[in-house]
C-alpha cells in the first residue's frame, strides 16, 4: 500500500483534497462525501464568502458562484482593463493561497473526516511550502481524465468558455501570441469568448504535469474513467485506495 494512504486511512484523522480540472468529479465527489458524514471545505465559496468578502460583498451563494467566476473575469471587448483583470488575478489566487494555509487549522478542529474540495487553479500556485503543508494534513486525489474525457472538456470549454486563471507571465505571453496569430492591436478589439476558447487548450495541457507532480509528491493519482459508474462513497473510496 501507498505509505501516503496508509498515513490516511489507518491515522486518527482521513483527510483528501481532490484535485484535477473543472469537470472531472471533484465536486459531485465532495458533496458525496458530505453526506455521508464528513466535513466538506468547499474551496470556491470559501474564496468568495470570505477571502475576497470586501470586494464581492454577499453575491456568491454555495449553489451559485457566478459572482466570484466574474470578477475573475475574462480579456477582450467589453471586459475590464487588462490591469484591473491582472489585479483580480493576483487578488483570487492570493486569496486561494491563504485558504488553503487557514484549512489545515481548519482541519485539526474539524471531525475525524475531511474532504478539501480544490479548485481548478490549485496547481497555479507558486508556493511548495504550501503543497507540503497540505499534503501533511491531507491526501492529495488527482482525478486524471483520460485522453477522451480530455477532448470532452476542451470542447465543453469551446461551447461554454469561462473565466481561467492564469500565471501571470504565462498570460503575458499568450495574450502577445493571440494577437499577433490575429492581427489585433489590443483586447477591445476582440470578443472576451474568442480569447478564452483559443487559449483553453494551452491552459488546460499546461496544468496537467502540475497536478501530476503535486500527486507524485503527495498523493495518489486515480483516472476519471475508474470513477464512473460508481455508486456510492465506500465504492469511491476503494477506488483511491482507501
Not at 471587448?77 to 489545515?104: H, N, P, T, W
Not at 471531525?111 to 507558486?126: A, H, M, Y
Not at 480569447?195 to 486515480?222: C, E, H, M, N
Amino acid at each position: 500500500m501507498n505509505a501516503l494512504i496508509e498515513k490516511f486511512k489507518n491515522g486518527p484523522r482521513k483527510a483528501l483534497t481532490l484535485m484535477g480540472m473543472s469537470g472531472v468529479g471533484k465536486t459531485h465527489w465532495s458533496w458525496a462525501l458530505e453526506k455521508a458524514g464528513w466535513h466538506h471545505y468547499n474551496h470556491d465559496y470559501l474564496i468568495g464568502t470570505k477571502y475576497l468578502r470586501d470586494e464581492l460583498g454577499d453575491s456568491v451563494k454555495c449553489d451559485d458562484l457566478t459572482a466570484l467566476s466574474d470578477y475573475v473575469g475574462q480579456v477582450g471587448k467589453g471586459s475590464v482593463a487588462v490591469e484591473e483583470f491582472k489585479r483580480r488575478q493576483a487578488r483570487y489566487i492570493e486569496a486561494e493561497r491563504q485558504s488553503l494555509y487557514d484549512m489545515c487549522d481548519v482541519i485539526d478542529h474539524s471531525p475525524d473526516k475531511f474532504v478539501n474540495d480544490s479548485t481548478g487553479s490549485i496547481c497555479e500556485i507558486n508556493d511548495e511550502d504550501l503543497f507540503r503543508t497540505v499534503g501533511e494534513h491531507t491526501l492529495f486525489v488527482y482525478i486524471k481524465a483520460g485522453k477522451e474525457e480530455e477532448q470532452e472538456l476542451v470542447a465543453q470549454a469551446f461551447h461554454e468558455p469561462k473565466p481561467l486563471y492564469f500565471q501571470p507571465a504565462q498570460f503575458d505571453e499568450w495574450l502577445a501570441e493571440f494577437m499577433k496569430q490575429h492581427g489585433y492591436g489590443g483586447p477591445e478589439d476582440f470578443s472576451r469568448n474568442e480569447f478564452s476558447r483559443w487559449v483553453f487548450p494551452k491552459l488546460f495541457y499546461s496544468r496537467l504535469p502540475k497536478y501530476q507532480r503535486i500527486a507524485d509528491k503527495y498523493g495518489v493519482t486515480v483516472s476519471s474513467k475508474e470513477l464512473r459508474g460508481l455508486k456510492n462513497v465506500d465504492e469511491f473510496l476503494k477506488a483511491i485506495g482507501f
